[in-house]
């Protein structure tokens, strides 16, 4: 256990980390990144803390709200945390600012608000939104001679037709159109509709350019709502034409996918993108047996899911960081920040590459200057599994989204 009397906080032995992701909202819900916490709190617990240091991790319901994201910072700050770790939230200014004012650092969030890459508290795991569909830019231009986008309409919405296109330019593809939605809609199909107006045409490359490649195509980006959007889809399009879905992780998952009919399942063939190795792959089996271990029936915790997993890689960090300690010291804030900020880069275990966040370590994107990590992987749904999209090796991003726009 915890020598010492050790208060909260960083006091005596015991560490307090926070997780906060939304829960029981209308749009999307990210219940498994705090199960996944809680799982890692009494996993590490049981092998005597990280580094000797008993881990308290408190869990909060970002409620996807500013209000919301605001509390659970503030929170954070009364609890004496000594950082905030694997985390969702696309209010990024109501979340930062109260970390910001205390020094806690942001560790590996999920990467939703653009303030996740420009804070200098923020230390990201992942290239966020933006990698994920900069990659489905270069994904689909292989397949498709038009693309339609469809995706809220909201701040973070705002930037994902940017980077798409800067993966399509990349690949001398014609811009997107772009299709905005509520983000809490219930009805899809006057976006249906657009969408398949501007993907059944006829394209405008030339015969040779179009070889091999005469479909529309369709990615929507709209976290839990990309189901309810493709469903009205389904309904809305011609059968003569079947245009080429794709979105990104989070947004379609395996579970998403064993919802809706497996092999059966009208996303079968779809592309993906994602920031990790497909879900099957070994390398995440040191997290399924923690969760197969220490989630106790709670069923929030998908080992599938782009944000469980997420959590887990940066709870990885934290633990890397923690070993760089001696047993006995006592950790705050501010110690947790200058290791993170030290030259010696952490290693995920190969999920992610290794990860450093000195200034020559970020990748010099516009309006997202603490992305240090840029890779994709390529996926694809194949007999009602989410697999590695055969021929397509992971690629870093950073060439595409130097070129694309400012946007944030």
């Known amino acids: 256990g915890s020598g010492g009397s050790g208060g909260s906080g960083g006091s005596g032995r015991t560490i307090t980390v926070m997780t906060f992701a939304p829960e029981g909202t209308q749009a999307t819900n990210m219940p498994g990144m705090t199960g996944m916490a809680k799982a890692y709190e009494r996993w590490a617990n049981t092998r005597g803390g990280l580094n ?27 609890e004496n945390a000594v950082a905030v770790v694997g985390s969702y939230s696309q209010h990024g200014r109501a979340f930062m600012a109260p ?47 038009q693309v339609a986008l469809v995706r809220p309409d909201t701040l973070a919405g705002d930037t994902l037709p940017v980077m798409l296109n800067a993966g399509l330019r990349a690949n001398k593809m014609a811009d997107a159109a772009d299709i905005l939605a509520a983000e809490d809609s219930a009805d899809f199909k006057p976006q249906a509709g657009e969408a398949i107006a501007h993907t059944t ?29 493709f469903d009205a889809f389904r309904r809305t399009e011609p059968q003569r034409s079947k245009p080429q879905i794709s979105s990104v992780l989070g947004s379609v998952s395996q ?24 879900a099957s792959d070994p390398l995440w089996e040191p997290m399924r047996r923690v969760v197969a271990d220490f989630a106790f029936g709670d069923d929030t915790v998908d080992p599938d899911d782009s944000g469980v997993q997420t959590t887990w890689i940066a709870y990885t960090v934290l633990g890397e960081i923690m070993n760089r300690f001696g047993k ?20 995920t275990a190969g999920l992610t590459p290794d990860l450093s966040w000195r200034s ?49």
């Not at 240091?53 to 929170?75: F, I, S, W, Y």
């Not at 490359?205 to 976290?223: D, N």
């Open 328 to 347: 006995e010291e006592s950790i705050d804030a501010r110690r947790i920040r200058r290791s993170l900020n030290e030259a010696r880069p952490v290693r």
């Open 201 to 229: 045409g006829t394209g405008t490359g030339t015969g040779k350019e179009r070889e091999g490649k005469a479909r529309g195509c369709v990615t929507a980006v709209l976290g839990e709502r990309t189901e309810t959007f």
């Open 99 to 145: 970390l910001e004012a205390e020094g806690i650092p942001f560790v590996g969030g999920y990467g939703v608000s653009s303030e996740e890459f420009q804070s200098p508290l923020s230390y990201p795991v992942n290239g966020g939104q933006p990698v994920l569909i900069a990659g489905a830019g270069h994904q689909l231009s292989r397949a498709c001679d």
């Open 52 to 78: 000797g240091h008993r881990l308290r991790v408190l869990t909060c319901n970002e409620k996807n709200t500013p209000g919301g994201a605001a509390d659970c910072a503030r929170q954070a700050v009364a």
């Open 255 to 278: 579970s998403l996918v064993d919802r809706t009919g497996g092999r059966e399942s009208p996303f079968e063939g779809a592309y993906v993108t994602s920031w990790y190795p497909v």
């Open 360 to 408: 020559e370590d970020m990748r010099a994107v516009a309006g997202f200057p603490r992305i240090v990590n840029s890779r994709v992987t390529f996926q694809v749904v194949r007999d009602g599994r989410l697999v590695a999209q055969p021929g397509e090796q992971p690629m870093d991003m950073t060439p595409t989204l130097v070129q694309a726009p400012r946007t944030a």
